[in-house]
Structures are given as structure tokens and as C-alpha cells.
């Protein structure tokens, strides 16, 4: 069992940057896929950056591609997400999640946080 707690997240105009924790509990933490979606209101989640687990591999979404960048911090048992950059069409909430086989997609991950808000405003 994975249990996620985001934090981080705020208002902020843009072009600023804000960096968002993912404190998870749990020993295999770090043997898992950690990814990164987002939510805007009346839109679907969306993927926007994960590391796997073993060789620390990452991905991203083409619009979030050289101005966020993803990091663990295995000791600690944290994820985190580097925004820079950032745009009011990167208003959402953030949520972290974890799984063993994560990919692209949302349905491919077992373990949720509750979400940290983001608001960029113009």
C-alpha cells in the first residue's frame, strides 16, 4: 500500500515557478512508476510527467517539455515536480501517482494523492 500526500501547489503569475512535493508512504515507493497528471475544470486528466522506477527514466507532455521537470528523491521517499516558466493554461490541480507498470494513461495507475491546486494567473 502507497499512501501520496501533494503539497506545494499555489497562485502565482506567470512566468514564476513553483515546485510541487509528492511525499508518499511506503517502502516500495521507489520501486514504482511516478507520474504526475493534471486537472483543469471541465477537462480531463491529463499526463504531464512521470520517472520510472529502476534507471530513472522520464517522460513528459509536449507542452509542459523544457519548462517542468520531474526528480525523486528516493531517500526521502519524494517526488517532485519543477515548474518554471508557467502559463495561465497550466491552471489545474496536480496530482501524483504511483504503480508498478504506469504509463500515459490515468487508468494505468493504482495510487492517488488528494491533489494540490495550481493557479496561473495572466
Known amino acids: 500500500q502507497v499512501q501520496l500526500v501533494e503539497s506545494g501547489g499555489g497562485a502565482v503569475q506567470a512566468g514564476g515557478s513553483l515546485r510541487l512535493s509528492c511525499a508518499a508512504s511506503?517502502?516500495?515507493?521507489?520501486?514504482?512508476?511516478r507520474a504526475w497528471f493534471r486537472q483543469a475544470p471541465g477537462k480531463e486528466r491529463e499526463f504531464v510527467a512521470s520517472?520510472?522506477?529502476?534507471?530513472?527514466?522520464?517522460s513528459y507532455a509536449d507542452s509542459v517539455k523544457g519548462r517542468f521537470t520531474v526528480s525523486t528523491d528516493n531517500a526521502k521517499n519524494t517526488l517532485y515536480l519543477q515548474m518554471n516558466s508557467l502559463k495561465p493554461e497550466d491552471t489545474a490541480v496536480y496530482y501524483c501517482a504511483a504503480d508498478q507498470l504506469g504509463g500515459l494513461g490515468s487508468t494505468e495507475y493504482v495510487y492517488w494523492g488528494q491533489g494540490t491546486q495550481v493557479t496561473v494567473s495572466s
Open positions: 511506503g517502502r516500495t515507493f521507489n520501486a514504482y512508476t
Open positions: 520517472i520510472r522506477c529502476c534507471g530513472g527514466s522520464t
